[in-house]
């Protein structure tokens, strides 16, 4: 609130104070005054029932922090389809993420990973300011029971701009083929954009979510969905209204984005949107490519949801193994890129090593051809006993590379692997992120060999 004063006061505006009563004595200790007399125009005396928390609550004593809510207590979902979005997107959580939840569908995340046993692995905000917690949902939005942290919401929102969200999952009205996003405008009623530019443009990842179409009647069975009655609202149009979000910018600044339905997920590839998964019990064409306003391109590699998502019970998140080895080295062959997502893994022994640069050697190999690399390294360890034949498989790796380039998110663990790097006599750079490595490749020529880095 000082901010946003502040600003009114010095742009000629006024600053209107409501509070419940007034006092004839000055009883606040300076340190408690959140803005200051000399900002204030007028003061309004209203009645407590004109100061509810939030829209729907008179108050709850949980979004304060004076008490703490069993996050046991919280209540499952019922399982519809905005469940399973919101599980769909609670699988792409990475430990230790710091994470955004936008109004509307996204809001179901935080109660399925309360009801999955994994809210300690990421911390979730929200721009009113709450930091860590259970965000809350409907007319409460805005507000977080358990928070680790309330800021006020400027400050929330430098931390965003520059660049502080691992991940964000947003609500999403309209998408089209080249991956714009419009949640502003529709038709003549303007909605306007609130915080979702802040959020979407500076997220490293970007997670839209939403009913594949507005006013359809589904039904879960067997694991998988049934289409009762099609709806008339199409959300995969040829132009969206307006563009609250570039597909365009978003490849250029190197972010990950992905479109969660309960029908299907697409992701924003360099030729626009791409149908990576489809629901069980559905027909593509029937069902989803002809219930879209354009046609995106299928991967070769399409596969089916999680059954598990449209089951009753709890999925078992917290008990999933980390991604297998065989699903680590995804291939561009229209970039010449290979990823090598060693994201949460720990190599302990020498034979974890072994068994990693035999995978990575047979991968460069069904190639055929030097290739740009680009190395994930977010919470990934080597402990000394796989040390040395990791480094080893590093250096064998060098042959079959036109260029190296590393990240990771921690700054800590960038200072320690570089660290570990140089005593094995290797060149390395590790970025900051995955844009900074991406750009590092897009911004030199490819037909030529570079130095490591």
Same mark, same amino acid.
């Given at each position: 609130a000082l901010s946003m004063a502040q600003a009114a006061k010095n742009s000629g505006g006024l600053v209107i104070v409501q509070v419940e009563r007034t006092t004839t004595q000055h009883v606040l200790s300076p340190r408690e005054v959140k803005i200051p007399?000399?900002?204030?125009?007028?003061?309004?005396?209203?009645?407590?029932?004109?100061?509810?928390?939030?829209?729907a609550e008179t108050y709850n004593p949980t979004y304060t922090g004076e008490t703490r809510a069993a996050t046991t207590a919280l209540r499952p979902l019922p399982l519809d389809p905005r469940k399973v979005i919101a599980r769909r997107a609670a699988m792409f959580l990475r430990p230790n993420a710091i994470v955004n939840l936008g109004i509307g569908v996204p809001e179901g995340i935080a109660s399925v990973a309360g009801e999955e046993g994994i809210l300690d692995q990421? /911390?979730?905000?929200?721009?009113?300011?709450? &930091?860590?917690?259970?965000?809350?949902?409907?007319? #409460?939005?805005? =507000?977080?029971?358990?928070?680790?942290?309330?800021?006020?919401?400027?400050?929330?929102?430098?931390f965003y701009d520059g660049g502080g969200l691992h991940q964000a999952f947003l609500g999403m009205a309209q998408a089209d083929a080249p991956g714009n996003v419009n949640v502003s405008r529709f038709g003549t009623?303007?909605?306007?954009?609130?915080?979702?530019?802040? &959020?979407?443009?500076?997220? *490293?990842?970007?997670?839209?979510?939403?009913?594949?179409?507005?006013?359809?009647?589904?039904?879960?069975?067997?694991?998988?969905?049934? &289409?009762?009655?099609?709806?008339p609202g199409c959300k995969f149009l040829d132009h969206v209204d307006q563009i609250t979000f570039s597909g365009e910018q978003a490849r250029e600044r190197g972010q990950t984005v992905y479109f969660i339905t309960e029908r299907c997920v697409l992701r924003l590839t360099d030729s626009g949107l791409e149908l990576i998964e489809i629901a069980p019990g559905l027909d593509l064409d029937e069902h989803v490519l002809n219930m879209m306003g354009f046609r995106?391109?299928?991967?070769?590699?399409? /596969? /089916? $949801?999680?059954?598990?998502?449209? *089951?009753?019970?709890? $999925?078992?998140?917290?008990?999933?193994? @980390?991604? @297998?080895?065989?699903?680590?080295?995804?291939?561009?062959?229209?970039?010449? &890129?290979?990823?090598?997502?060693?994201?949460?893994?720990?190599?302990?022994?020498e034979e974890d090593a =072994?068994?990693?640069?035999?995978?990575?050697?047979?991968?460069?190999?069904?190639?055929?051809?030097?290739?740009?690399?680009?190395?994930?390294?977010?919470?990934?360890?080597?402990?000394?006993?796989?040390?040395?034949?990791?480094?080893? $498989?590093?250096e064998h790796n060098e042959r079959y590379s036109l260029s190296r380039t590393r990240y990771s998110t921690n700054a800590f663990f960038r200072r320690r692997l570089g660290a570990?790097?140089?005593? =094995?006599?290797?060149?390395?750079?590790?970025?900051? #992120?995955?844009?900074?490595?991406? =750009?590092?490749?897009?911004?030199?020529?490819?037909?030529?060999?570079?130095? #490591? #880095?």
């Amino acid at each position: 609130a000082l901010s946003m004063a502040q600003a009114a006061k010095n742009s000629g505006g006024l600053v209107i104070v409501q509070v419940e009563r007034t006092t004839t004595q000055h009883v606040l200790s300076p340190r408690e005054v959140k803005i200051p007399g000399l900002l204030v125009d007028a003061v309004v005396v209203s009645p407590p029932e004109e100061h509810q928390q939030t829209f729907a609550e008179t108050y709850n004593p949980t979004y304060t922090g004076e008490t703490r809510a069993a996050t046991t207590a919280l209540r499952p979902l019922p399982l519809d389809p905005r469940k399973v979005i919101a599980r769909r997107a609670a699988m792409f959580l990475r430990p230790n993420a710091i994470v955004n939840l936008g109004i509307g569908v996204p809001e179901g995340i935080a109660s399925v990973a309360g009801e999955e046993g994994i809210l300690d692995q990421i /911390t979730l905000t929200v721009e009113a300011g709450g &930091i860590g917690g259970i965000p809350a949902g409907g007319l #409460s939005f805005g =507000a977080t029971t358990n928070a680790q942290a309330i800021i006020d919401q400027p400050y929330q929102f430098d931390f965003y701009d520059g660049g502080g969200l691992h991940q964000a999952f947003l609500g999403m009205a309209q998408a089209d083929a080249p991956g714009n996003v419009n949640v502003s405008r529709f038709g003549t009623r303007i909605a306007g954009p609130g915080g979702f530019i802040n &959020i979407s443009q500076s997220a *490293r990842e970007v997670y839209f979510l939403g009913l594949f179409r507005a006013g359809a009647t589904m039904a879960m069975a067997d694991g998988g969905i049934r &289409i009762v009655e099609e709806g008339p609202g199409c959300k995969f149009l040829d132009h969206v209204d307006q563009i609250t979000f570039s597909g365009e910018q978003a490849r250029e600044r190197g972010q990950t984005v992905y479109f969660i339905t309960e029908r299907c997920v697409l992701r924003l590839t360099d030729s626009g949107l791409e149908l990576i998964e489809i629901a069980p019990g559905l027909d593509l064409d029937e069902h989803v490519l002809n219930m879209m306003g354009f046609r995106p391109r299928v991967a070769e590699d399409l /596969t /089916t $949801m999680d059954p598990a998502l449209f *089951r009753p019970e709890p $999925m078992g998140l917290a008990d999933r193994p @980390p991604l @297998p080895l065989g699903e680590r080295f995804p291939y561009d062959p229209e970039q010449n &890129i290979l990823y090598c997502n060693f994201e949460g893994l720990t190599l302990s022994t020498e034979e974890d090593a =072994a068994e990693l640069a035999t995978r990575l050697d047979a991968r460069f190999r069904s190639i055929g051809q030097r290739v740009h690399v680009i190395v994930n390294y977010d919470n990934f360890d080597v402990l000394p006993p796989a040390a040395g034949r990791f480094f080893a $498989m590093v250096e064998h790796n060098e042959r079959y590379s036109l260029s190296r380039t590393r990240y990771s998110t921690n700054a800590f663990f960038r200072r320690r692997l570089g660290a570990q790097f140089t005593a =094995a006599s290797l060149d390395h750079r590790l970025y900051g #992120s995955f844009a900074e490595a991406r =750009a590092d490749i897009t911004t030199t020529d490819k037909t030529l060999p570079r130095p #490591s #880095s």
